[in-house]
C-alpha cells in the first residue's frame, strides 16, 4: 500500500473566495499538512484505545478530487439565473463557477448550462413557488474512461426543444458522452426523482476501480473520489486476509464494488443490500466484469445473517460498510451470531465507529489495525478501516 501521500504538500486550501459564505470545506484554514494531523489526531482520540492507528494517507493532489459535481439552480431577486451550492443550513444559493474540490470539466459544463437558459428560456425552478423547470444538473465524469454523463434534473417531464438543447450544449461540450433527462416534481430536498428520459446516449458511464468496471447511472451509489477510493478497497481487503477460500459477506454492498473487488482473493462473496436498485446495479456489475463467484440478495443484512447463522451457515469474512449512524446493535448482535474469523469494518464517522467497535470487542473481538485515508481534503471528514479478529477461546 503506497503512502506517498504523506510526502509535504503546499497548502492547497487557502485563498478560495468562497470559503466564507459556501460552509463546505470546514478546514480551509489549514494547509493540507495541518488538516492530515489533524484528522490522525481526531482518529487517534475516538481509536486509539482499541489499538495503534496508522498514520494517515493523503492525496498528493488534493484538489479537484471530486468525480461528481451537483448544482442547484435558482434566479436572484434581480433576475439573474445562479448555480451552485446551498449555504450551509440554508437554501441559498451561493454561485459557482469553478470549485476547488469539484472536476474542472463538471463545472465548465455546468457553467455553460447556466448561460444557455435564457436564449431556450428555461427558467429556474423556484421552490417557494412551485413554478420553474429546472432544478438541479449533476454532472459524472469517469477519470478512468473519461465518460461524462450529465443528468438535467427537471420540475416536469415536458422538456420542449429538448433535442435542440442538448445538440447546442454537445456543441460546446462534445466530450460529453450521455445526457439523461431526471424527473422531480416532489416538494423534497431529494435531489432526483423516480423517473427518467435518456436524451443522448446510453444512460450511463463506465468507471474503472481496482482493475474492474463499473456502470454508473443517475442514481448510482458510486464513491466520489476515485483515487483515494482504491486505497480504502485494497486495504480493506487486504484486512480481510484472504487466501482464496474463504466466504465473504458484503454487508451493506450497494452496488458491489467492494465485493468485487475481494472476489478475485475469496473462496465467494456473498453480497447483501436493501436498496433494490443497487442490487440491480451490482448484478450488472458483476456480469460486467464476468464474476462469477459473488451473489447479490436484496435483504436486510441483519435479519440475513441471523438466518444463515440458525441455518449452520457459515462466514469467515464480514465486510460492513454503514452509513454515517454507523450500525444498530441489533446488525451487530447479528455478526456475534454468525461469528466470522474477521471483521472489515469501513466507516465514514470514527465516533460512530467507535461506538460499534466498543459493542464487538465486548463480544468476543479484537482490534487488530485502523488506517484512516483522507477522501474529502480541506473538509473535517475521515474515512477509516478496521480490522477486527475473533478472539479464541482460551486451552485450558
Known sequence: MSNSGKKKRAGAGNGCVLYKKCGGCQ???????????????????????????????????????????????????GGKIVSGVYQSASHRIVCVDDCRLEDRQADKIIVTIRKMLPDFKIIPYNEDSGKGFLRHVLVRRSFSTGEIMVVLVTASPMFRSSGHFVSQLLKKHPEITTVVQNINPSNTSMVLGDKEKVLYGSGYITDVLCSYKFRISPRSFYQINPVQTEILYNTAVEYAGLSGKETVIDAYCGTGTIGIAASKLAGNVIG???????VRDAIVNARLNGVKNIYFNCADAGKFMVEAARAGEKADVVIMDPPRAGSDESFL????????????????????????????????????????????????????????????????
Open 27 to 77: 478546514l480551509q484554514n489549514m494547509n493540507y499538512e495541518e488538516q492530515l494531523s489533524f484528522k490522525q489526531a481526531k482518529v487517534i482520540r475516538l481509536l486509539g484505545r482499541f489499538c495503534r492507528v496508522e498514520d494517515i494517507i493523503g492525496m498528493k493532489d488534493p484538489t479537484h478530487y471530486r468525480n461528481k459535481v451537483q448544482a442547484a439552480f435558482g434566479v436572484t431577486r
Open 333 to 396: 448482535s447479528s455478526v456475534v451470531t454468525l461469528s466470522p474469523d474477521r471483521i472489515v469494518y469501513i466507516s465514514c464517522n470514527p465516533e460512530t465507529q467507535a461506538r460499534d467497535i466498543s459493542y464487538l470487542v465486548k463480544n468476543g473481538y479484537e482490534c487488530k489495525k485502523i488506517q484512516p485515508v483522507d477522501m474529502f481534503p480541506h473538509t473535517s471528514h475521515v474515512e477509516t478501516v478496521a480490522q477486527l479478529v475473533r478472539r479464541r477461546p482460551a486451552r485450558i
Open 272 to 278: 447483501v443490500e436493501l436498496n433494490r436498485d443497487a
